[in-house]
């Protein structure tokens, strides 16, 4: 039985994916960068982040390191212009009166995401909240892994819930069930090999 939800959260609860593409390609304007299109972002995205930027900059004119600061100089000021998805609270909400625990996994720093959390009133719903401690969106591996050993969390009593396959090389690291909504920052053609959701509404069925 399922006792331990892990949620992603930056285009699983929050729906942010256009967002951060607009931001993309404001950041590739301001250095004279081509730009691309949604579909072409749906297509490039991916962990490390360092993979994705590489794809369409070039690191020694523009370092990985200022393109990380200025997107989350970007980001947090736009941040909370983005819509959580539909039915996430509800079922985040469901769950926790069910028993679970309810726990967010994210590649985001901590403090950033304490404050998006709380801006859209969803803290209380969860019993952690697991965010990197650096702005280069590494290390959710070994923070949930760290988690479950402390709390003592058995693989096969937990499921993580993310938007690419990344969320899905998390899970398969920690041994645990991976379903993957497929309406995030990864167009839904890369994640066939996933179980997959396109409403939280069947979350209710699966789980």
Request: glycine share 6%; with cysteine; aromatic share 14%.
């Amino acid at each position: 039985m399922t006792k331990t939800i892990f949620w992603d959260f930056n285009g699983t609860i929050l729906d942010d994916a256009y967002l951060v593409y607009e931001i993309l390609v404001d950041m590739l304007e301001e250095v004279g960068r081509p730009t691309v299109s949604f579909e072409a972002y749906l297509q490039i995205f991916t962990f490390p982040v360092r993979d994705y930027y590489e794809k369409v900059y070039d690191f020694k004119k523009t370092p990985f390191e200022d393109l990380s600061k200025r997107f989350i100089e970007l980001y947090m000021a736009r941040a909370m212009q983005a819509k959580l998805h539909d039915h996430v609270v509800d079922m985040i909400t469901y769950f926790k009166t069910q028993g679970y625990r309810n726990v967010v996994l994210s590649a985001s720093e901590k403090n950033n995401l304490k404050k998006q959390l709380a801006y859209y009133d969803i803290a209380d719903l969860f019993d952690e909240i697991l965010g990197t401690d650096n702005v280069h969106a590494s290390g959710k591996i070994g923070i949930g892994n760290t988690y479950m050993v402390s709390h003592h969390i058995d693989p096969k009593d937990a499921v993580m819930i993310g938007d690419t396959i990344h969320d899905g090389d998390v899970a398969d690291s920690l041994g645990i069930r991976f379903i993957c909504f497929i309406k995030g920052h990864q167009h839904p053609s890369r994640l066939t090999k996933f179980e997959t959701i396109d409403d939280f509404r069947k979350l209710k069925k699966l789980i």
